[in-house]
């Protein structure tokens, strides 16, 4: 369990308290601003100047070694860029730096990556030269390869096509079910709703509501958090939005 308790970020969170199960995939919703970003580095550790306690498994996060703390939580920020123009095999080989693994050890971690985001044919080729899908699949094979517990992610579906969202949720799903913890920020609702066992809501930097997606993004949560009145269509597993 990831946890934090009476989590302050001045100007960007208050008093948010929540918890992350393990084996779960949890979805962090809300509008632009609401803190979304901030509460996923801040699990990860690498927000400084919070007050508040932020714990994995009950110990504190902040009391980690960086090394333990970056193969134990694999995260991966809004900004897919990367300064260097490597291949795609040696990026998702970054992945392995905070291990002290054998050589052998590390290729099959970075094979198993690269083929469970099907970059297979795309391995050798220079970051420079992919889509912006191509890249953001790149950029979350690397945090795959370090085999972390938990795995955070800030959007991690948004420059995906249908295809591409659909496998990867399923992946992560998969990632879920072996015992690791997924956190992702997801604006697309449905996609939260039909994919997550757990969402938080945040507006505003506080939690306005957290629980099984149902409750958390309920109509009238959507009503009261983005001011929106919607209704949701389908069968549970496959809602649709009506706006
Ligand atoms: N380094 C910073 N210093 C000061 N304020 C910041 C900083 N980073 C973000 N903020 C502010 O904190 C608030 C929350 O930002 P955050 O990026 O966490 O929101 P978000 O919910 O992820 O938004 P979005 O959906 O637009 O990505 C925003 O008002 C933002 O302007």
């Known amino acids: 369990m990831l946890e ?20 779960r995939v949890t979805a962090i ?24 306690t932020i714990t994995l498994a009950g110990a504190p996060v902040g009391g980690m070694l960086p090394d333990e703390r970056a193969r134990r939580i694999g995260y991966l920020p ?19 730096l905070p291990h002290r693994a054998s050589r052998a050890e590390d290729a099959e971690a970075v094979e198993e990556a ?24 790149a950029l979350l094979a690397r945090v795959l390869a370090t085999r972390p517990h938990w795995i955070l ?4 579906l948004a420059a ?5 969202q659909q496998a990867l949720a399923r992946q992560l799903r998969a990632l879920a079910s072996e015992g690791r913890g997924v956190v992702l920020v997801v604006h697309d609702l449905a996609l939260a709703m039909n994919h997550a066992d757990h969402v938080v809501v945040l507006h505003e930097g506080r939690v306005a509501a957290q629980g099984r997606p ?30």
């Open 214 to 243: 149902e409750t958390a993004l309920s109509q009238q949560v959507i009503e009261d958090v983005w001011g929106m009145s919607a209704r949701w269509l389908g069968e549970p597993g496959h809602r649709a939005l009506a706006l």
């Open 153 to 156: 992610a800030d959007e991690p």
């Open 160 to 164: 995906l096509d249908l295809a591409h």
């Open 29 to 52: 919703c809300g509008p632009n601003g609401a803190g979304k970003s901030t509460l996923l580095a801040a699990l990860a550790g690498l927000v400084p100047g919070l007050s508040g």
């Open 78 to 96: 809004q900004s897919g860029e990367v300064a260097w123009n490597l291949s795609v095999r040696t990026l998702v080989g970054l992945g392995r």
């Open 4 to 23: 934090v308790a009476g989590l302050t970020v001045p100007h960007r969170l208050r008093d948010v308290s929540a918890r992350f199960p393990s084996g």
């Open 114 to 137: 690269l083929a469970a985001l099907g970059l297979g044919p795309l391995a050798e080729r220079a970051l420079s030269t992919l889509s912006g899908g191509e890249r953001a699949r």
